[in-house]
T-cell receptor, first 109, second 114 residues
Framework: EDQVTQSPEALRLQEGESSSLNCSYT??????LFWYRQDPGKGPEFLFT???AGEEKEKERLKATLTKKESFLHITAPKPEDSATYLC??????????FGPGTSLSVIP | NAGVTQTPKFQVLKTGQSMTLQCAQD?????MYWYRQDPGMGLRLIYY???????DKGEVPNGYNVSRLNKREFSLRLESAAPSQTSVYFC?????????????FGPGTRLTVT
C-alpha cells in the first residue's frame, strides 16, 4: 500500500538552532515529491518539487533533499517566522498524490 | 490575482442538512481538486477535475458530489451531512494534472456537522 509518513510529529527549536524534518515514503513508482508549508488557519503553500534521488533545492533557510526512500527538509538557523506545519506529498506512477500528516515546527525566540 | 478563493469560510450544519462549498481560481488552471484535512491525517483527495467537463473520484468520495461549472469554478456538495464529515475542506488548482505541477490551495472551509 502506498504510504507517506513524516517525523517528528512536532519539533520545537530555539531561534538559530538548525534541524531536519523527515518524509519517508513507500509508493509504487515515484514521479515526484512536493514540500508545502501550512500556517494555522490557511491552506498549504508550495515550497519545492523534487524529481529524482540526489536532487536538492534551496529557498532562503530551507533546503530539501531526496533519496530513493525519503526526503529531508533542512532548516538552517531558523527564525520564529519559520514556525508552521510542513507537509510533504508524493506523486506516484499512477498519477496519485499522497500527503503525509505533517510536522509542526515551532521556533522559539 | 486572488489565486484560489473558497466560500464560506466557516459553516455549521445539522445532521442531514445539505450544502455546497464554492471554489474559484483565476490562474487559468486546467485542473482543480477538493481535499479534506483531519487532525493527524494528511490531506485526502475527495474529487478532482483534470479539465473542464471531467470529474473523477479521489480517495474518499462517499457522501460528496462535485460540479465543474466552468474552467474557473469547482463546487463540492454534501447532500446529507454526517458528523464524520466534520473537517476542513480545501480546494486546490494546478496547471494540469498529468505532469508534475504544484498545486495552489485556497484558504479552506471549516465545517462542523452536529
Amino acid at each position: 500500500e502506498d504510504q507517506v509518513t513524516q517525523s517528528p510529529e512536532a519539533l520545537r527549536l530555539q531561534e538559530g538552532e538548525s534541524s531536519s524534518l523527515n518524509c519517508s515514503y513507500t509508493v509504487s513508482g515515484l514521479r515526484g515529491l512536493f514540500w508545502y508549508r501550512q500556517d494555522p488557519g490557511k491552506g498549504p503553500e508550495f515550497l519545492f518539487t523534487l524529481y529524482s534521488a540526489g536532487e536538492e533545492k534551496e529557498k532562503e533557510r530551507l533546503k530539501a533533499t531526496l533519496t530513493k526512500k525519503e526526503s529531508f527538509l533542512h532548516i538552517t538557523a531558523p527564525k520564529p517566522e519559520d514556525s508552521a506545519t510542513y507537509l510533504c506529498a508524493v506523486k506516484t506512477s499512477y498519477d496519485k498524490v499522497i500527503f503525509g500528516p505533517g510536522t509542526s515546527l515551532s521556533v522559539i525566540p | 490575482n486572488a489565486g484560489v478563493t473558497q466560500t464560506p469560510k466557516f459553516q455549521v450544519l445539522k445532521t442531514g442538512q445539505s450544502m455546497t462549498l464554492q471554489c474559484a481560481q483565476d490562474m487559468n488552471h486546467n485542473s482543480m481538486y477538493w481535499y479534506r484535512q483531519d487532525p493527524g491525517m494528511g490531506l485526502r483527495l475527495i474529487y478532482y477535475s483534470a479539465s473542464e467537463g471531467t470529474t473523477d473520484k479521489g480517495e474518499v468520495p462517499n457522501g460528496y458530489n462535485v460540479s465543474r461549472l466552468n474552467k474557473r469554478e469547482f463546487s463540492l456538495r454534501l447532500e446529507s451531512a454526517a458528523p464524520s464529515q466534520t473537517s476542513v475542506y480545501f480546494c486546490a488548482s494546478s496547471v494540469t494534472a498529468g505532469l508534475l505541477y504544484e498545486q495552489y490551495f485556497g484558504p479552506g472551509t471549516r465545517l462542523t456537522v452536529t
